[in-house]
Nanobody
Framework: QLQASGGGLVQAGGSLRLSCLAS????????MGWCRQAPGKQREKVAL???????DYADSVKGRFIITRDRTKNTVYLQMNSLKPEDTAVYYC??????????????????WGQGTQVTVSS
């Protein structure tokens, strides 16, 4: 299972850090990442990190968001800085045992967390 936490309400320009703990019968995870879905929109890639530490970001968050991973804790983090109202969405953490998340950053994941709401006020 993947359990996400850290969402909330923040003013534009503020910061939040999301965490996602992988537990249970998830073994040999390769790629982990974050996606988001705003009302009326499709789920989209935010950021991902591979088993070797390589990262990839959506253009809309480059330079503002940082994804990191603590393999000893089976946890992935998303540090979100300089938040904008357009970052408002439900954020989902995701994982796959295959190193394929870089293809679309959304469709390759086998495991999904429950989602955490991030709301950025203007």
């Amino acid at each position: 299972q993947l359990q996400a936490s850290g969402g909330g309400l923040v003013q534009a320009g503020g910061s939040l850090r999301l965490s996602c703990l992988a537990s249970g019968n998830i073994f040999s995870i390769s790629d982990m990442g974050w996606c988001r879905q705003a009302p009326g929109k499709q789920r989209e890639k935010v950021a991902l990190i591979g088993s070797g530490g390589l990262t990839d970001y959506a253009d809309s968050v480059k330079g503002r968001f940082i994804i990191t991973r603590d393999r000893t804790k089976n946890t992935v983090y998303l540090q979100m800085n300089s938040l904008k109202p357009e970052d408002t969405a439900v954020y989902y953490c995701a994982a796959t045992p295959f190193g394929t998340a870089h293809v679309t950053g959304v469709n390759e994941y086998d495991y999904w967390g429950q989602g955490t709401q991030v709301t950025v006020s203007s």
